[in-house]
Protein backbone atom coordinates (compact mmCIF):
# COMPACT_ATOMS: atom_id res chain seq x y z
CA UNK A 1 0.00 0.00 0.00
CA UNK A 2 2.60 2.34 0.81
CA UNK A 3 4.28 1.91 -2.84
CA UNK A 4 1.30 2.38 -4.20
CA UNK A 5 0.87 5.76 -2.22
CA UNK A 6 4.43 6.87 -2.98
CA UNK A 7 3.56 6.36 -7.15
CA UNK A 8 0.39 8.07 -6.96
CA UNK A 9 2.36 11.65 -5.13
CA UNK A 10 3.95 11.48 -8.26
CA UNK A 11 7.19 9.72 -7.05
CA UNK A 12 8.96 6.97 -9.58
CA UNK A 13 9.76 3.95 -8.22
CA UNK A 14 13.87 2.82 -9.23
CA UNK A 15 14.23 -0.50 -6.77
CA UNK A 16 11.86 -2.22 -4.94
CA UNK A 17 12.61 -6.30 -2.78
CA UNK A 18 9.08 -6.73 -1.24
CA UNK A 19 8.79 -6.56 2.24
CA UNK A 20 12.20 -5.75 2.72
CA UNK A 21 13.05 -1.85 0.95
CA UNK A 22 11.71 -0.04 -1.43
CA UNK A 23 12.89 3.05 -3.26
CA UNK A 24 12.20 5.99 -5.14
CA UNK A 25 12.92 8.94 -7.01
CA UNK A 26 11.33 12.68 -7.30
CA UNK A 27 13.13 14.91 -9.52
CA UNK A 28 16.57 14.96 -7.54
CA UNK A 29 15.21 13.69 -4.24
CA UNK A 30 15.46 9.31 -3.37
CA UNK A 31 12.82 8.09 -0.75
CA UNK A 32 13.37 4.84 0.38
CA UNK A 33 11.19 2.47 2.73
CA UNK A 34 11.92 -0.32 4.96
CA UNK A 35 9.55 -1.89 7.32
CA UNK A 36 10.15 -2.02 10.80
CA UNK A 37 9.33 -5.04 13.29
CA UNK A 38 7.33 -3.12 15.55
CA UNK A 39 5.27 -0.19 14.84
CA UNK A 40 6.53 3.45 16.15
CA UNK A 41 4.05 5.76 17.25
CA UNK A 42 3.86 9.14 15.34
CA UNK A 43 6.97 8.78 13.32
CA UNK A 44 7.60 12.23 11.30
CA UNK A 45 9.92 12.39 8.22
CA UNK A 46 10.61 15.78 7.41
CA UNK A 47 9.49 15.43 4.21
CA UNK A 48 7.66 18.03 3.17
CA UNK A 49 5.87 18.42 -0.68
CA UNK A 50 5.29 20.95 -2.82
CA UNK A 51 1.78 21.36 -4.76
CA UNK A 52 0.25 24.39 -6.72
CA UNK A 53 -3.36 24.28 -4.68
CA UNK A 54 -2.84 22.62 -1.57
CA UNK A 55 -6.57 23.70 -0.61
CA UNK A 56 -7.69 21.83 -3.85
CA UNK A 57 -5.50 18.67 -3.45
CA UNK A 58 -7.04 18.57 0.33
CA UNK A 59 -10.87 18.85 -1.19
CA UNK A 60 -10.03 16.26 -4.09
CA UNK A 61 -8.67 13.65 -1.98
CA UNK A 62 -10.24 13.97 1.05
CA UNK A 63 -11.72 10.63 1.19
CA UNK A 64 -8.20 9.00 -0.29
CA UNK A 65 -5.56 10.22 1.38
CA UNK A 66 -5.23 10.46 5.46
CA UNK A 67 -5.08 13.98 5.80
CA UNK A 68 -4.35 15.38 9.75
CA UNK A 69 -6.41 18.22 10.61
CA UNK A 70 -7.32 20.91 7.57
CA UNK A 71 -4.89 23.38 5.98
CA UNK A 72 -3.18 25.83 8.40
CA UNK A 73 -1.90 29.60 6.94
CA UNK A 74 2.11 29.85 8.11
CA UNK A 75 4.12 32.58 6.85
CA UNK A 76 5.92 30.02 4.77
CA UNK A 77 2.91 28.80 2.84
CA UNK A 78 0.03 26.69 3.27
CA UNK A 79 0.63 23.61 5.25
CA UNK A 80 -1.53 20.15 6.09
CA UNK A 81 0.16 16.93 7.22
CA UNK A 82 -0.58 13.67 6.25
CA UNK A 83 -0.07 9.97 6.83
CA UNK A 84 0.86 7.07 4.02
CA UNK A 85 -0.32 3.99 4.59
CA UNK A 86 2.66 2.87 7.17
CA UNK A 87 1.37 5.61 9.30
CA UNK A 88 4.56 7.82 7.88
CA UNK A 89 3.76 11.57 8.66
CA UNK A 90 4.74 13.75 5.87
Given at each position: ?????YL???????????????????????????????????????????????????????????????????????????????????
Open positions: AAVDFRLGCKLKFRMKGVWAEFELGTVKIGLCPTPQPIEDRRTGVVFEVTDLKKLVEDHKNELMFIGEPIEKIHGIMIGLKDPSGNIL
